[in-house]
């Protein structure tokens, strides 16, 4: 999808089958654990009570750095390998087809120079942080520990829900901006419980427990106005609402009602989804 929406934007020829084995192949080429010994690269070996890595995949269950804890990674190197792709081919350095060779076969000589220079590219930035002795995992997982341990605390969360709604009320998504980037967080947590831990914002604790309805936990909302609202336009609004919102889809009433730049909603729109997750979160 990103190299689509970087061929529209470049307005450029670029196949996202491509894009995405590129983005594959630049992200698989970071999963294992390298080091200098005797001024070579070699795999790392590792194998104690709390850690296993053989020949440098870390193993827990299957491979580590595939789970959760590589998303964040797999995002950056896809941006990194679809970027140079698109810039290759809008410079025109690529291996050029006849018009008579068929259009697949075309499409993968052109991704040929930028394959390598992406694959040299990801070489060099693994080879640079192996000489500092880390690599992008680690590099990563400096602000996603940082971000994980905020939403492990209850005062973390209701910061989280608080900027979440007040995107909403100046009209940004602010349930797509903020989830998008917690999801990785949520399955790690999710990860985490079923090793014994017990962290509260994990797998649908949002959508289960705190919005309830959509985002401002409207569902009690939308019910009221349903059906004793003494407005005709707001009982018509509630009742086509109704069965979305037990879905937790409320954009009929968030820009309907309207409860975006809409100062006498704000403050309930606030309260209601930091009351319900205070009341999951210690239960």
């Given at each position: 999808?990103?190299?689509?929406?970087?061929?529209?934007?470049?307005?450029?020829?670029?196949?996202?089958?491509?894009?995405?084995?590129?983005?594959?192949?630049?992200?698989?080429?970071?999963?294992?654990?390298?080091?200098?010994?005797?001024?070579t690269a070699t795999l790392v070996t590792e194998i104690t009570k709390d850690?296993?890595?053989?020949?440098?995949?870390?193993?827990?269950?299957?491979?580590?750095?595939?789970?959760?804890?590589?998303?964040?990674?797999?995002?950056?190197?896809?941006?990194?390998?679809?970027?140079?792709?698109?810039?290759?081919?809008?410079?025109?350095?690529?291996?050029?087809?006849?018009?008579?060779?068929?259009?697949?076969?075309?499409?993968?000589?052109?991704?040929?120079?930028?394959?390598?220079?992406?694959?040299?590219?990801?070489?060099?930035?693994?080879?640079?942080?192996?000489?500092?002795?880390?690599?992008?995992?680690?590099?990563?997982?400096?602000?996603?520990?940082?971000?994980?341990?905020?939403?492990?605390?209850?005062?973390?969360?209701?910061?989280?829900?608080?900027?979440?709604?007040?995107?909403?009320?100046?009209?940004?998504?602010?349930?797509?901006?903020?989830?998008?980037?917690?999801?990785?967080?949520?399955?790690?947590?999710?990860?985490?419980?079923?090793?014994?831990?017990?962290?509260?914002?994990?797998?649908?604790?949002?959508?289960?427990?705190?919005?309830?309805?959509?985002?401002?936990?409207?569902?009690?909302?939308?019910?009221?106005?349903?059906?004793?609202?003494?407005?005709?336009?707001?009982?018509?609004?509630?009742?086509?609402?109704?069965?979305?919102?037990?879905?937790?889809?409320?954009?009929?009433?968030?820009?309907?009602?309207?409860?975006?730049?809409?100062?006498?909603?704000?403050?309930?729109?606030?309260?209601?989804?930091?009351?319900?997750?205070?009341?999951?979160?210690?239960?």
């Open positions: 999808e990103y190299t689509r929406i970087q061929a529209q934007h470049e307005k450029i020829d670029i196949n996202p089958l491509n894009g995405a084995l590129l983005s594959m192949m630049a992200f698989f080429m970071c999963i294992p654990e390298l080091v200098f010994k005797g001024g850690n296993k890595i053989i020949d440098g995949y870390a193993i827990a269950g299957g491979v580590t750095r595939l789970g959760t804890t590589g998303i964040f990674t797999a995002i950056i190197m896809s941006i990194i390998a679809v970027k140079l792709y698109a810039w290759f081919v809008k410079k025109n350095i690529v291996v050029s087809m006849p018009d008579t060779v068929p259009a697949g076969v075309s499409r993968s000589f052109t991704a040929l120079i930028p394959t390598a220079a992406i694959a040299l590219t990801v070489i060099i930035i693994n080879g640079i942080l192996m000489a500092f002795n880390t690599d992008i995992y680690k590099i990563v997982a400096i602000p996603f520990g940082f971000v994980t341990n905020l939403t492990s605390t209850w005062v973390g969360l209701m910061v989280v829900y608080f900027i979440m709604h007040a995107l909403w009320i100046v009209g940004i998504h602010g349930a797509t901006i903020v989830t998008s980037f917690l999801t990785p967080i949520v399955l790690s947590n999710m990860q985490l419980n079923q090793k014994g831990a017990n962290i509260p914002f994990a797998g649908e604790f949002n959508n289960c427990f705190v919005t309830i309805g959509g985002s401002g936990a409207t569902l009690g909302m939308v019910i009221f106005i349903a059906f004793f609202a003494k407005s005709a336009q707001l009982g018509a609004l509630g009742k086509a609402s109704v069965v979305p919102a037990f879905f937790n889809i409320n954009e009929p009433i968030l820009f309907g009602m309207p409860v975006v730049y809409n100062p006498y909603t704000a403050i309930p729109f606030f309260l209601a989804p930091m009351a319900s997750m205070s009341m999951a979160y210690f239960a």
